[in-house]
């Protein structure tokens, strides 16, 4: 039953559930978990097996830490020797209800399987966090995510329609349809990816259309980081004239999984469904609250293809502080800071895509596309670093502006990359996934 349009919460028995009563549903539901994916699934089994690990040997949340992390690799591996799907996929093929591979944006998708079970589950986790920035009962919902076999853009159509919405299917196309929809109907919430959004607010620029002129109140952005980025965030509100919110979800796990509430104080995941770690790359050790690592996730109710501590890769910092909104359920703070594979080593200094984001976004005259270009010196054959980034004013062409941006850059990443400027309209516009890291290094071997 939807709850009413007044209500703050849309399972608050859930959200604000005491912690200790949580961590006790977590840890009942990962040993029904555990044990039916030990004893039905060889792949599991194995490497439970391997270490002589039994699902008796879970006996608290922090046993699971002896279950070796799967990596999205060895699922493409287990695909590979077990087509089509792996011998972790789990329930009867009778359940099954839809097929969700991964993007393969970094490789050969991976397939995930959802039972009918699994799909009540998304829809509801999914309008859960919807409702927390915001939709509500009557809202007319512009899904700008992909439809088809990417998990995020059917996920949140169900959802909208759980909570009451008026849905717009268009997806991450027709950018000039989105615009027509923003004037009429008049759509009131826009669900998109951060990139698509800059290049659906270029296009109202130039056909003339502001902010003033749409009833748009409400943007959530995911599919990539940038949102919980201060300066990426201002400008999606300014030129959209709305609140924007961070979402995230990834295919092996399920989509739209955490989301910003209306404090924007980082992304509250499902919990009762989910058990989130943040491990330390070097280590192996799970990380301290506050301290960055990579999230590992656990499925606790998914049917179809369940994940034991699969390793996302995502860089994130975990609290389990109570949020001013009054949920109870773990946030990352500061949002999905970057990807661990996506790290770039420059002069001494690492850093990621998502901090020379900030620094390009933060100046007014620059536009929203930036490039990373690695390349090899062909003298020394040292990695040079070259940011490639759109001017939006002549100011930007001055020794007197680039000395400025260098010196953000140098803030920021505590080393000066190579600086380009080229002309508006130069950078191709992404309307799904932005790809920031052109690697052109000469290869070794």
């Known amino acids: 039953m939807t709850p009413s349009r007044k209500s703050k919460y849309y399972a608050p028995e859930i959200e604000t ?29 194995e490497r439970f097996d391997k270490i002589n690990l039994k699902p008796d040997d879970i006996k608290s949340l922090d046993d699971v830490v002896h279950i070796p992390p799967v990596s999205k690799e060895e699922l493409r591996e287990e695909q590979m020797n077990y087509p089509p799907f792996g011998r972790y996929a789990i329930a009867p093929q009778q359940n099954w ?3 969700h591979p991964s993007t393969g944006t970094t490789g050969v998708p991976v397939n995930t399987v959802w ?27 512009q899904n700008g995510f992909a439809y088809g076999l990417w998990v995020a853009g059917l996920s949140v159509h169900y959802a909208a329609k759980a909570i009451g919405c008026f849905v717009l299917p268009i997806g991450a196309s027709m950018t000039d349809r989105h615009i027509d929809y923003f004037v009429n109907p008049g759509a009131t919430v826009l669900i998109a990816t951060p990139s698509f959004a800059f290049y659906i607010s270029e296009r109202m620029k130039e056909r003339g259309i502001s902010p ?15 949102t919980e980025a201060p300066s990426t965030r201002k400008r999606i509100e300014s030129r959209l004239g709305i609140d924007a919110y961070d979402i995230f979800g990834l ?3 399920g989509p739209t999984c955490a989301a910003e509430c209306e404090a924007k104080a980082g992304l509250h995941f499902v919990e009762d469904h989910l058990l989130i770690e943040t491990i330390n790359p070097q280590t192996m050790k799970r990380c301290e609250p506050g301290e960055v690592g990579v999230m590992v996730m656990t499925h606790l109710t998914k049917e179809a293809t369940p994940m034991l501590r699969y390793w996302t890769n995502d860089l994130a910092r975990l609290t389990t502080e109570k949020c001013a909104c009054g949920r109870t359920h773990v946030r990352c703070a500061g949002g999905i800071l970057g990807r661990a594979d996506d790290l770039i080593i420059y002069k001494g200094e690492n850093f990621y895509p998502s901090q020379v984001e900030k620094v390009v976004k933060s100046f007014g005259e620059l536009g929203d596309e930036f490039r990373i270009r690695l390349t090899t010196d062909e003298k020394t054959g040292m990695d040079v670093v070259t940011v490639v980034a759109e001017y939006t004013t002549a100011a930007a062409n001055t020794d007197e502006f680039k000395s ?3 010196q953000a850059f140098r803030d920021e990443l505590l080393v000066t990359p190579g600086l380009e400027l080229v002309k508006p309209d130069t950078l191709e516009r992404a309307m799904f996934k932005a790809k920031r890291v052109e690697d052109k290094r000469e290869k070794s071997g």
């Open 404 to 406: 400025k941006l260098r």
């Open 17 to 45: 559930m005491d912690r200790e009563e949580l961590e006790n549903l977590q840890l009942q539901r990962l040993k029904w978990q555990v044990r039916r994916c030990y004893e039905g699934s060889d792949f599991y089994r």
């Open 97 to 99: 209800e839809e097929l």
């Open 115 to 141: 039972s009918r079970r699994d799909v009540e589950n998304i829809t509801q986790w999914t309008a859960r966090v919807m409702w927390s920035f915001g939709v509500r009962p009557g809202d007319i919902v």
């Open 251 to 253: 295919a092996e796990i």
């Open 212 to 226: 003033d002129d749409i009833p748009l109140r409400i943007g959530s952005f995911g599919g990539e980081g940038g």
